[in-house]
Structure formats: C-alpha cells, structure tokens
C-alpha cells in the first residue's frame, strides 16, 4: 500500500520541481494538489496498518520511515499553507521521495512484542518522528537560504532570488524549525529513558541500552549538535548561514541514525 502515496508525492515532485522552473500558478496549485492527496493517501495507509497492529506503525525500521514522511508531508503543507510560499515544496519533496521508497520496496513487519507497548513508548518515537520531520524542513531551508545567500553575495540576483523568500524570512523559518525539532527530540529521548527503566530486563533489546549502542549514541551527539545550534542563535547571534549549516550537519547525523544505523548497526532499537 505504500507504493499509492509514493507514486502520489513523486507526481507531487515534479510539479513542484515544474513550478519552480517556469513560476505558473496553475502548476503550483496542481503541485499542492498532488501533494495533498498524496498526504490523503498516506494517512489512509497508516490508518489501516494502526488498526490492524493496534498502534501507529513505527515498531520497525520501514514503518517509521513511512510515518516520518508522512509527518514531514504534513509539516511541509503546513509551512505552505501559513506562509503561502511553494518553492520549499522542490527541495522536501525529493526528501520524501526517496525515503518512502524503502517502505514500498521492503514493508516489514510490525512487531508485537510487549515490551513495545504502552504510552510511553508512543510518545518516545512519535516525539522523535516529529522531531526529525522538523529537523528535515530546518535542513531543506537552510540549504535554499545558502543558495540565496551566494547569489546576493556574487550580485547575480537571478534564479533563486526571484524564487524564494527573503533571507530573513528563512533565517526566521529555520530558527522556528530547529526549535520545535529541539523540544521534541529532548521529549522524545527523555520519555525514552524513563520507558527503557521500566521495561522489561528480560528482553534483549532492552539490556543493550546504553551509550555504547551506536543509536542511543548518535541520537546523543545530534541532540548536542541542536542544542548548541538552539543555544548559539540566542546567545552568541549565530544565525544566517552558520544556522544553515548547523542545520545540515544535524540532519545528516539524523538521516545516519534513522537509516544505515536502524537496518544494520544497532542491538537495541532492531525493532
């Protein structure tokens, strides 16, 4: 079922990407379009997957990428609708795209193991899955202020100047981003620790928790690198492009934990 909105968000990608090339409003609105029915679509397939397992699908690596891009589609058409800017939509949507596309290959199967439920393992990964779909729009933003910021810098106001918003403007997006991923990430790995001390010690998964497995390690580092990132814009000014680039280094350590790390490396979250 996972190849429907996969289909929906890559039309989505290339009318935002048509959008973006020649300006037309019909395009635009066509991209939108796409992109909300592509957002339909995935909210009907996880629907149907949650009451079928009994909870939102997030208890295995595919399934959690799937609910992060469905996320990040949503988090994304929210930015749009309140800012009434498309021209993020070519620079999340390939994002989208790609991820997506290891659910529709290799679906996995939901794990039903009791340690997995209870609240407060829902609130530990959907407070992550939100924090990284906020973390993906703060990354996608501060690549397009870069890419502003060197055409003004060279004085050749020409493609993105006439394309995206002011610098300010995505300094300001960027900065909003960073912080709700920042409260939710924090939410997220403290609720995890409190459901890790009360879980079961029989498990396996359970026993390996610690600094020395790579995910509960990398999660560490990016929640420094945002904390820092948080703590800089308001104490030491650091925004514009070193934000940006904050935001980039971030992301990757997300994109590394979320992907490579979850399928091959870690002993406690090989959900």
């Given at each position: ?43 009907f397939v996880i629907g149907m997957q949650t009451m079928e397992v009994g909870h939102v699908p997030v208890t295995n690596a595919s399934s959690a990428i799937s609910t ?128 890790a001390s009360q879980a079961p010690n029989h498990d396996p998964r359970v026993q390996a928790m610690s600094l020395q497995d790579p995910k509960i390690f990398v999660a ?52």
């Amino acid at each position: 079922m996972n190849a429907i909105p996969l289909a929906l968000y890559g039309a989505a990608l290339v009318a935002y990407v048509w959008h973006f090339a020649r300006r037309q409003p019909n395009v635009g609105r066509a991209a939108t379009t796409l992109l909300v029915a592509g957002a339909l679509a995935h909210t009907f397939v996880i629907g149907m997957q949650t009451m079928e397992v009994g909870h939102v699908p997030v208890t295995n690596a595919s399934s959690a990428i799937s609910t992060f891009v469905w996320l990040l589609a949503l988090a994304y058409l929210y930015t749009e609708m309140t800012t009434d800017e498309r021209a993020m939509g070519t620079f999340i949507l390939p994002l989208a795209v790609a991820l997506q596309t290891i659910p529709a290959v290799q679906p996995g199967i939901e794990d039903r193991a009791d340690v997995l439920q209870g609240p407060l393992f829902g609130i530990h990964v959907s407070s992550l899955l939100f924090a990284y779909a906020s973390f993906a729009l703060a990354c996608v933003i501060g690549i397009t202020y870069v890419l502003l910021f060197k055409e003004i810098k060279a004085k050749h106001l020409g493609f993105f100047y006439a394309r995206l918003p002011s610098l300010q403007v995505l300094d300001s997006m960027n900065h909003r981003a960073t912080v709700v991923g920042w409260i939710f990430l924090t939410i997220g790995l403290v609720v995890g620790a409190v459901w890790a001390s009360q879980a079961p010690n029989h498990d396996p998964r359970v026993q390996a928790m610690s600094l020395q497995d790579p995910k509960i390690f990398v999660a560490i580092i990016c929640w420094a690198v945002y904390s820092f990132e948080v703590f800089a814009a308001r104490r030491i000014g650091w925004g514009g492009r070193r934000a940006a680039y904050l935001s980039a280094i971030g992301f990757a350590i997300v994109l590394l934990n979320f992907v490579p790390i979850s399928y091959f490396l870690t002993n406690s979250h090989n959900f």
